[in-house]
């Protein structure tokens, strides 16, 4: 990274923890140079940098200040859709947006990954070896599911440090979330079954419904706030949940985080119907405040909760390493596991576990925080330079997606296929729905370093946008 960018990238992290409010003034080039032993030239590009981002702007003879938040555009409003129970049907739209991001060409607006350049492979491959070398044969036998007694232990460590408690003997290893979602769902489920999602939700949520012969009943979800508590206990009386599968820090496709007290005031609903979770917090560890929230598991006494998270988004994409922290159900899990793909890949648990306890991952996530807050600093301001206005989109505090409301009348579907046309990918909204609803919505990725592709691609898209 630039000298200039990793300044820039400073200064961001001051804004987004608070330090330094909307209209308060930014430390002066002068001073900036003096404090941080930087050129002039450099403190300068790193101030464009950041006006370019909408973060600061300039005052006639009075220098910098912080921009107002009511200079970017709204928030967008909370879906309408109506409890009721679907049949899910998800359509060919989501290999079409998975084909797209394999090939590099593509601008991966609609991807769902974040970019591969920013993973410590080096150190991975190092830790990766380093437990083939070491690795016990016998454990290719001991370690069958729930999975490596160190990786176990090493992840309920990591939960203690953000005050969740969970006991190395709930944790069943994985190969990625996806397979522990799926597990979930079929331990807690049988087909016909009505299970609660949100509305709009992540697609591979509804594939695993449609898969097994479910029935999603979606629930309005505020772009902000997440679910709306009172729909979902509607729909629970309603419609007999026999489960919720919800995501309550940085939800995709929306990047909702539910304030701590809601949470907990989910879990004394799911516990005053005895209703289980499937919790997805896989975007958990991307946040870019000063903790990391809380997940709705902090909450939960009865074992209620199946946590489901993984390496791929944080450390290791590709190595297809996960885990659900499964409460009372992590025997039937761990049984379902052994069913369906047997085990996860001993080496790489040991690898994993190595790097946990060996060299920690704090400072990798660290540094990756800070790039992606900056990175969606970097997309807000194109969409504000080249978006007519009109559109609302949120702003996540973690994560990597935005979701863009257009004006109605604008058909996300028609901007996704000339986007591809002109090799750029979005995810459109009717993606996310079973019912194909948010058709006038885009998720977009910011998980990719800011560059002027990006830029040209946001300029183009907005050429898609007059409404029909
Ligand atoms: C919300 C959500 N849950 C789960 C997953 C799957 O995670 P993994 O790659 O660990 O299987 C993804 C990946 O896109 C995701 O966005």
Redesign the pocket.
């Known amino acids: 990274m630039k000298l200039y960018e990793d300044l820039a990238n400073h200064v961001t992290a001051l804004i987004r923890d608070g330090t330094l409010r909307a209209g308060e003034r930014v430390p002066s080039v002068r001073q900036i140079v003096r404090e941080r032993r930087v050129s002039p030239a450099t403190a300068m590009r790193a101030y464009e940098l950041l006006e370019s981002r909408g973060l600061i702007e300039t005052r006639p003879r009075s220098g910098y200040y912080v921009s107002e938040p009511g200079e970017r555009a709204p928030a967008p409003r909370r879906a309408r859709a109506s409890a009721r129970t679907t049949r899910v049907e998800v359509s060919e739209l989501v290999f079409q947006i998975l084909d797209a991001a394999r090939d590099r060409d593509v601008v991966p607006l609609g991807s ?2 974040p970019s591969p350049m920013l993973f410590p492979w080096p150190k991975l491959a190092r830790y990766l070896g380093s437990g083939a070398r070491h690795m016990d044969p016998w454990s290719t036998v001991e370690s069958l599911p729930p999975g490596s007694s160190d990786l176990r232990r090493q992840i309920a460590r990591r939960y203690l440090k953000f005050g969740t408690n969970v006991s190395a003997d709930e944790i069943v290893i994985t ?5 522990e ?1 799926n597990l979930a769902l079929q331990v807690l489920t049988r087909p016909g079954d009505a299970v609660a999602v949100e509305a709009p939700a ?1 697609y ?2 509804l594939q695993a419904i449609e898969a097994l012969g479910l029935k999603a009943v979606e629930i309005p979800t505020d772009p902000r706030e997440g679910v709306d508590l009172a729909a979902l206990a509607r729909a629970i009386d309603k419609h007999a949940v026999r489960a919720c599968w919800l ?1 309550t820090s940085f ?2 496709p929306l990047g909702a985080t539910m304030p701590e007290a809601k949470k907990r005031e989910l879990m004394a609903l799911l516990d005053e119907h005895d209703v289980p979770l499937i919790e ?1 917090d ?2 958990a560890e991307l946040y870019f405040g000063d903790e990391r929230p809380r997940p709705a598991k902090a909450f939960d006494t009865k074992g209620r909760v199946l946590h ?1 998270s ?4 944080c450390l290791a ?1 590709g190595y ?1 390493l ?1 885990w659900v922290a499964a409460g009372q159900f992590a025997s039937a899990v761990q049984r379902r596991k052994i069913t369906s793909s047997l085990a996860t890949s001993i080496p790489v648990q040991d690898g994993i576990a190595l790097l946990l306890r060996q060299d920690g991952y704090d400072g990798h996530l660290a540094k990756l925080r800070r790039t992606l807050a900056a990175q969606q600093g970097s997309l807000l301001a194109a969409l504000k330079k080249h978006f007519p206005v009109g559109y609302r989109v949120t702003q996540p505090e973690g994560g990597y997606f935005v979701w863009v409301e257009l004006p109605r009348g604008v058909d996300a579907l028609e901007v996704h296929r000339q986007a591809l046309e002109q090799g750029i990918s979005v995810a459109p909204g009717p993606m996310f729905s079973p019912r194909r609803e948010f058709r006038n919505c885009l998720r977009l990725n910011y998980g990719h370093p800011w560059t002027a592709d990006f830029e040209r691609a946001i300029a183009k898209l907005a050429t898609f946008l007059s409404p029909r």
């Open positions: 769902a990954f190969n990625g979330a996806l397979e979602l992540f591979a949520c995501m939800q995709n997805d896989v975007y489901c993984s390496f791929s988004k994409p297809r996960g």
